[in-house]
Structure formats: structure tokens, C-alpha cells
């Protein structure tokens, strides 16, 4: 028996609109689990739930308040000469112990590239490459070293050529100046391209918005 048509193509509408839906309760539902999970220790050791009337969750509210407030005073130390010294001296500890170095250098080293802005990329380029004749788009980082210049005749850029729909995975190309071509999209409007695999939201629609999250997510290095 042969599913009509219309049948299927209104399963196939609503499946579009409720997987997202789903995925996103489940995603949050672990991530709420996981942070109660991390916070359950904190809230017993510092008996916060005697100051909240026992109420276990407005306790942990309060221990994840305390912890952010903690996190974001040590980023400000950190900021100053003083916090600058102390915490590079710690880093030098770390790097003697050779197990916990290597713990320690992987789990900051996803953390910052996570945190670290996409803004350091200075512009989009479009280039022809793998071939002649076949532009993709670029994300340009600086100028090449010096001897690229050399074999180049004249000056080149560090260009960063993302994959599409995952813009992690891609390839930096050294290319000269004469054959990057500059963009006027955005770095956001051009992830957000790659990520769409080139399907605007609408025909009218020339520059497409990225939120900060989407945009960090998009190029954080896994």
C-alpha cells in the first residue's frame, strides 16, 4: 500500500519542525542534569540549602550564582600585573607534573579556543581554489611570512578555507594578494553561508544575521 503523497509530504513538514524541537529538550534536559549533577556537591559541602528553607533548587541556583561570581573575580585578577604573575607562575608548576600537565594543557587549550572570539579573522576573501575556475569562500587571518612573498612576488595572506556545513574542518591556504578577492559579507554572514550549505532564508535576504553563540560554536576549534 502506497503512502499518498500529500501524507507524506505533511509527515515530512512536521518531522522538520518537531526533531529540532526534541533534540533541543533533550540537549537541554542533560545539560540541566549535568549542572545539578556538578552543583549537588557544592550545595551538601557548604549547607547552602539551610539559608533557602531546604529548597534544594533554589540552593543550587545560589551555588551556581556564587560560582560564576567566583569564576569572574579570578578572570579579573587574572587581568591585572599582579593576577598575570601569579597565574603564569602556576602555569610553569603545572608544566612539571607530567600527568596533570597533560590534563591540564588539553582541557585549557578547548576552553580557550571556545572562548577565544572569532574577530581575529580580519576579513572575507573569495579564491580560487582547489582549481581554476572554482571560487570558495575565505576567511583571512594576516599576511603570510616573508619568504612567501619571495616565491609569490608579491605579498600573500593566510587564509583560512572553512568546509561546508562544518566550518571546523577546513584547510589554510597562503595566497597572494592578487588572487584573494575581497567580500563584502561579513565573517559571520559568510559562516552562517557555510553552514547553510548556501541556502538563504528567503531570495530577498543578501546578508544573512549569525548570533555570537553560533558564530563561536561555528569556529572553535573541537
Known amino acids: 500500500m502506497r503512502i499518498k503523497p500529500s501524507l507524506k509530504s505533511d509527515f515530512l513538514a512536521g518531522l522538520v519542525l518537531v526533531a529540532p524541537l526534541l533534540a533541543t529538550l ?39 550564582v556564587l560560582f560564576v561570581a567566583v569564576v569572574t573575580a579570578v578572570g579579573a585578577v587574572a587581568q591585572w600585573s599582579v593576577g598575570k604573575r601569579l597565574f603564569g607562575r602556576t602555569g610553569r608548576v603545572v608544566t612539571f607534573i607530567p600527568v596533570f600537565r597533560t590534563i591540564y594543557g588539553s582541557i585549557r587549550g578547548m576552553v580557550s579556543s571556545v572562548t577565544t572570539r572569532s574577530s581575529d579573522f580580519e576579513s572575507v576573501v573569495y579564491v ?87 558564530l563561536d560554536e561555528a569556529v572553535s576549534t573541537p
Open 26 to 64: 533533550v540537549i537541554l534536559q542533560f545539560v540541566f542534569s549535568w549542572v545539578t549533577g556538578f552543583l549537588a556537591p557544592l550545595v551538601e559541602g557548604s549547607r547552602l540549602a539551610t539559608l533557602t528553607a531546604n529548597n534544594v533548587l533554589l540552593a543550587q541556583l545560589l551555588a551556581l
Open 128 to 214: 580560487e581554489w582547489p582549481q581554476d575556475g572554482v571560487y570558495r569562500l575565505g576567511l583571512k587571518t594576516g599576511e603570510s611570512p616573508a619568504d612567501m612573498a619571495e616565491v609569490a612576488g608579491e605579498t600573500a595572506y593566510n587564509v583560512f578555507v572553512p568546509g561546508s556545513p562544518n566550518p571546523t574542518q577546513g584547510s589554510l591556504v597562503l595566497v597572494p594578494e592578487s588572487q584573494a578577492y575581497e567580500s563584502e559579507l561579513s565573517v559571520r554572514a559568510a559562516i552562517r553561508l557555510l553552514m547553510t550549505t548556501g541556502m538563504a532564508e528567503s531570495e530577498e535576504e543578501s546578508v544573512i544575521q549569525l548570533s555570537d553563540a553560533e
